[in-house]
């Protein structure tokens, strides 16, 4: 049987790559990028005064004196790092000779063009899309909730004790903090869900890049970005797309909500080995 040098690993960041943004994570919807009330976004400046207008001045705020430089340090040269010389190359014995692999025939296969042409690619990238759509919407709904508050609590500060003002501040950050946590689950799900799916079709695709490849004689497919030149001959492309439809037309995608890791189905417990005593043997 002709064997395919084809390394998971790279066709799993092909699979990715290929599905185009509807299965990446929107920047709003990932890590911590979420409204924090007196806090200004990461990677802004204040906003500047127009050239030739002075900055506008703060009446509760001191200009404090500038204090002396202090003496500069003499700049400290690096020690050198010492070479150390690399040991010699061993000498090692011959290995025993052996058949020489067969000849080499090459095919070509362009996987984003499968994926784009895969039915079950794009199934996932409809209903991974519109879930990460959805908690899009919902983070931007609860960002505003929060800046309702946080304007409420400011409009009410000064008829407000300042016990009252500790409580609803630590109200207004328990309730970023939990729903932070909310929106960093769901989307952690729906990670879950996109990679189990696609794992459904790189197991599949590999399968009939084999087939089709050995129903061809072929024994080596490279992809083709990898290749500067080649007859329409050597291209699998086609072919493989059209059997991955027939073969995997839907993929099995997680319900909203649940993750495919703990609906997965656990493996059943071995019974343990009886830990008493070893039966004597019989007597002849």
Do not use: C
């Not at 919407?137 to 000064?158: C, F, H, T």
């Not at 996109?194 to 490849?213: E, T, W």
């Not at 086609?238 to 099995?252: G, Y």
């Amino acid at each position: 049987m002709a064997r395919i040098g084809l390394l998971r690993t790279g066709l799993a960041a092909l699979l990715l790559l290929s599905l185009g943004a509807g299965v990446a994570a929107p920047a709003s919807a990932q890590g911590n990028d979420y409204f924090v009330p007196n806090q200004r976004p990461a990677g802004t400046t204040p906003a500047r005064p127009p050239a030739g207008r002075p900055p506008p001045s703060t009446p509760q705020t001191r200009t404090q004196p500038t204090p002396p430089p202090l003496a500069s340090t003499p700049a400290v040269e690096p020690e050198p790092v010492a070479q150390i010389p690399a040991p010699p190359v061993p000498q090692l014995p011959a290995l025993p000779k052996t058949a020489p692999p067969p000849a080499a025939i090459y095919g070509v296969i362009g996987v984003p063009e499968v994926m784009r042409a895969s039915t079950a690619a794009q199934q996932i990238d409809k209903v991974i899309g519109e879930r990460r759509q959805k908690l899009n919407e919902d983070a931007q709904k609860e960002q505003g909730v929060w800046r309702d508050m946080q304007q409420s609590l400011a409009n009410q500060r000064a008829n407000l004790s300042p016990e009252q003002i500790r409580t609803r501040e630590r109200e207004l950050q328990e309730r970023i903090t939990n729903a932070q946590r909310q929106l960093q689950s769901r989307n952690r799900i729906i990670q879950e869900a996109a990679q189990a799916a696609l794992g459904q079709i790189q197991s599949m695709l590999i399968a009939v890049i084999r087939q089709v490849s050995e129903s061809r004689g072929m024994n080596m497919v490279l992809h083709r970005q990898a290749v500067a030149l080649n007859i329409n001959d050597f291209d699998i492309t086609d072919a493989v797309a059209e059997q991955l439809n027939k073969l995997l037309p839907t993929v099995d995608i997680a319900p909203e909500g649940v993750s495919p890791v703990a609906a997965a189905p656990k493996p059943a417990a071995t019974p343990a080995a009886s830990t008493g005593p070893a039966p004597a043997p019989k007597q002849p």
